[in-house]
């Protein structure tokens, strides 16, 4: 008995150190846990205070060492920061251009200054009000003294009418840029932040085009950055470089570079406008209006002794192509022609279909009947639309108060736009696929069909020489249509420029066209034209591709060459 007492009692003993222990175990985790919460505050206040708010007071100069005496390994760590030419010699070298950029840097910085702010503020203020923030402003906005550098040019050389350049470009800036962000929180706390160290390294290829004979001669400028852009920077904030934290640097890096990548990098492209297109007539086709001329009625009688002999005669505005004509409907005030005709349209926001009915006569010139105007903008694309209009005098507005009824014409009009496609490799990747021979456009629809527009565009010639004149020009033959150049005078490398349009109700495809260059004499004389050369193209290639651009060697010419660039638009 006395031994199951004892047990007893060592039992009792050994409960009560358990439920101490558990108790001063869930207390020791408790301060463990508490002591490891400060110790982690202390430690970030400390590391801040010590590693980024602080500066180094130890900073030295670096030694400059000749060439000559540095070792393998030194050598080998310089090799990334040699200028690109002296590495590659595709690249110029352009010291000029970094002496200019030098001397004009300290009015330079001025200028982009203005335009960072110009920029930035709109930005600022969709913030105000968001987030407790009143005010977000520029304390300091100072590029620094040093300009960017150009470690190489590189210059393409192309059948376009273009200008395509690759500039190596290094920016190691001593900027001061500092922002405030005020919020009405912790009464009106001020939050400075300030960007310094900026160091830019990009390799964007340049593109002026089309090149045009109005200054400065280019208008747009094309930009996409061939390789991901090296951007690194400072950025403190309350003082304190917080870029120094293990771990942030990386991933800003990455986030910076992935977000140039969407919207810069190869094939996208930034386009900047320099030249309004239609000031110096670059303005290219972009469909085809059809018009159909049904019927006109009560016209006005304009033959004392008949009726008139009524045709109508229509045109775009910004147009430099011939009036086109229906045919003469003899003596008749309500004539019908239903006849149709096509018309290329190069801004249907903007164009104006000129309508003119004129009374034919045989002898001395036409009368016009009347006149009406339609603006492109009331059509939709791909929809038929029938007009009945008040014809008047004249479209001019000094006549606009003549009430004179000089009757109708009803005129059925369809704006066919082109397909969609690209000029070049430019939009997002989703949009290209990998095929044999490279990279392509997806296209929605690949099969050649459908009515369109071909464009031939002649840009010039070399080395065509006749043996008694030399004054070429182009004529070019496609389905019964003739096209002519203008005549360049005594030259061999003739520079033309044109282009010629063909309306075809069908791809041209296993079609030829025929080029031939020609020289005419001046004045009457015997044989006075002499053929320099011709060229038949196949147009298989400019359906199915939309375009080529390329130099053909005339046939029956010694060293001649013409350049020629033909593209189809379907409808």
């Known amino acids: ?96 251009l970094n002496k200019f950029l030098q001397n004009m840097w300290p009015f330079l910085d001025k200028a982009i200054c203005s335009t960072i702010r110009s920029v930035a503020e709109p930005i600022f203020a969709e913030y105000i009000g968001q987030y407790t923030i009143t005010k977000i402003d520029f304390v300091t906005l100072n590029p620094g003294t040093l300009p960017p550098v150009l470690q190489g040019l590189k210059v393409y050389e192309t059948n376009e009418r273009e200008l395509v350049m690759e500039p190596a470009i290094k920016w190691a800036g001593n900027p001061n840029i500092v922002v405030v962000v005020t919020s009405s929180s912790l009464q009106n706390l001020q939050i400075k932040l300030q960007l310094v160290d900026l160091q830019i390294f990009v390799a964007p290829r340049v593109t002026l085009k089309p090149l045009v004979p109005s200054f400065p001669c280019f208008a747009n400028i094309m930009v996409s950055l061939m390789e991901k852009p090296h951007v690194d920077f400072g950025l403190k904030v309350l003082g304190g470089d917080v870029m120094a934290i293990p771990g942030l640097y990386r991933y800003v890096q990455e986030i910076i570079k992935k977000q140039v990548a969407v919207l810069y990098h190869w094939p996208q492209t930034l386009e900047i406008p320099v030249l309004d297109a239609s000031l110096v007539g670059i303005k290219k086709p972009v469909g085809i209006l059809h018009v159909k001329v049904v019927r006109a009625m009560k016209l006005l009688k304009m033959d004392l002794l008949g009726l008139s002999d009524p045709y109508v005669k229509l045109s ?83 006549v606009a108060h003549d009430k004179k009824q000089r009757g109708q014409i009803v005129v059925e009009l369809t704006y066919a736009p082109f397909r969609e496609d690209t000029d070049g490799m430019s939009g997002p990747l989703n949009s290209f696929s990998w095929k044999e021979n490279g990279l392509e456009m997806i296209s929605g629809n690949d099969s050649p069909r459908g009515a369109g527009l071909l464009f031939v565009t002649v840009q010039g010639a070399k080395d065509v020489e006749g043996s008694r004149h030399n004054n070429p020009y182009v004529v070019i033959f496609f389905r019964g249509e003739k096209r002519k150049s203008k005549m360049v005078k005594k030259t061999r490398d003739p520079q033309w420029c044109e282009e010629f349009h063909f309306m075809l109700e069908d791809p041209p495809v296993h079609e030829k066209i025929h080029l031939e260059v020609l020289s005419k004499r001046n004045g009457i004389s015997f044989r006075s034209k002499e053929s320099l050369g011709h060229v038949d193209i196949n147009l298989d290639d400019v359906v199915h591709n939309g375009r080529i651009n390329e130099k053909y060697h005339l046939i029956d010419s010694k060293n001649g060459v013409i350049h020629v660039e033909l593209r189809w638009k379907s409808i």
């Open 1 to 96: 008995m006395n031994q199951s007492l004892l047990q007893q009692e060592l039992i009792d003993v050994l409960g009560v150190w358990r439920g101490y222990c558990n108790e001063m175990g869930l207390l020791s985790s408790l301060l463990g846990i508490l002591g490891f919460g400060i110790g982690f505050l202390l430690g970030v206040f400390i590391g801040f205070y010590f590693f980024i708010y602080s500066e180094p007071t130890d900073v030295e100069d670096p030694v400059v060492s000749p060439l000559c005496e540095l070792d393998t390994d030194a050598l080998q760590d310089l090799i990334p920061d040699i200028p690109l030419w002296v590495k590659s010699p595709d690249y110029d070298r352009v010291d000029w």
């Open 316 to 398: 775009l505005s910004g147009d430099s192509l011939p009036s086109r004509k229906t045919s003469i409907k003899k003596k008749n005030l309500n004539p019908e022609w239903n006849e149709s005709f096509k018309l290329t349209v190069k801004d249907p926001q903007s164009q104006i279909l000129h309508l003119d009915v004129i009374d034919w006569d045989k002898v001395g010139a036409h009368d016009r009947l009347g006149s009406q105007l339609l603006p492109l903008k009331l059509l939709i694309p791909n929809e038929t639309k029938e007009f009945t209009l008040d014809l008047v005098k004249s479209s001019s507005i000094s």
